[in-house]
């Protein structure tokens, strides 16, 4: 069972940065595609970005796009999003999620395991 744990959430001003980490206990991400997703209240859970297993292709939903970058740190095991120019629309709690698939997945019915989640909080 791979068990993920996400870091790096917190409260930050409109326009500001804040990066993102998600980590396997136990395991490592290296061969795994990994998604990030949000869910911000009241809304469902949606896609934000995602990077496969090989070749590290990277994929973004429309209103990230320019602003977050997801990308793995090898050495680290772990994959991060790098997110800047924060918008308050883009409070949520955001989750990580890995897959044994080829490609980049979209929906979260595809993943196999995920995060408990982290916050991130943007003030206007």
């Known amino acids: 069972q791979v068990q993920l744990v996400e870091s790096g959430g917190g409260l930050v001003q409109a326009g500001g940065s804040l990066g993102l980490s998600c980590a396997a206990s136990?395991?490592?991400?290296?061969?795994?595609?990994v998604g990030w997703f949000r869910q911000a209240p009241g809304k469902e859970r949606e896609f934000v970005a995602g990077?496969?297993?090989?070749?590290?292709?990277?994929y973004y939903t429309a209103s990230v796009k320019g602003r977050f970058t997801i990308s793995r740190d090898n050495a680290e095991r772990t994959v991060h999003l790098q997110m800047s120019s924060l918008r308050p629309e883009d409070t949520a709690v955001y989750y990580c999620?890995?897959?044994?698939?080829?490609?980049?997945?979209?929906?979260?019915?595809?993943?196999?395991?995920w995060g408990q989640g982290t916050q991130v909080t943007v003030s206007s």
């Open positions: 999620a890995a897959h044994l698939r080829p490609g980049i997945l979209l929906t979260e019915w595809e993943y196999d395991y």
């Open positions: 990077i496969a297993r090989t070749r590290s292709t990277t």
């Open positions: 136990g395991h490592t991400l290296n061969s795994y595609g």
